[in-house]
């Protein structure tokens, strides 16, 4: 079970931290990631990480402003997001996969918000 927190309302050029609990099972062989959906768009990429060996990969549009980590010790998954924008409203998603090199996710959350007033 993934549990996301930390969504809500913020400025443009605030900063926010999501948080995504794992709880169940440990993810040590995968990885976890971001996702988004702003309304009346499709789901989106924005970030993962390798659970084990802590390498990230970011969508272009979030690089150099959005951070992505984990505590192994607590199985949590962080995302900060810093300089945001309005584009970046939008339900944001953590999932999970066991191994690593599988192509979808297995698990997601229940989605927290995120909403950038300019």
């Known amino acids: 079970q993934l549990q996301a927190s930390g969504g809500g309302l913020v400025q443009a050029g605030g900063s926010l931290r999501l948080s995504c609990a794992a709880s169940?099972?440990?993810?040590?062989?995968?990885?976890m990631g971001w996702f988004r959906q702003a309304p009346g768009k499709e789901r989106e990429f924005v970030a993962r990480i390798n659970w084990s060996s802590g390498s990230t990969s970011y969508a272009d549009s979030v690089k150099g402003r959005f951070t992505i980590s984990r505590d192994s010790a607590k199985n949590t998954m962080y995302l900060q997001m810093n300089s945001l924008k309005p584009e970046d409203t939008a339900v944001y998603y953590c999932?999970?996969?066991?191994?690593?090199?599988?192509?979808?996710?297995?698990?997601w959350g229940q989605g927290t918000q995120v909403t950038v007033s300019s």
């Open positions: 999932a999970a996969k066991k191994f690593s090199y599988a192509s979808g996710y297995d698990y």
């Open positions: 169940g099972r440990s993810f040590s062989s995968g990885a």
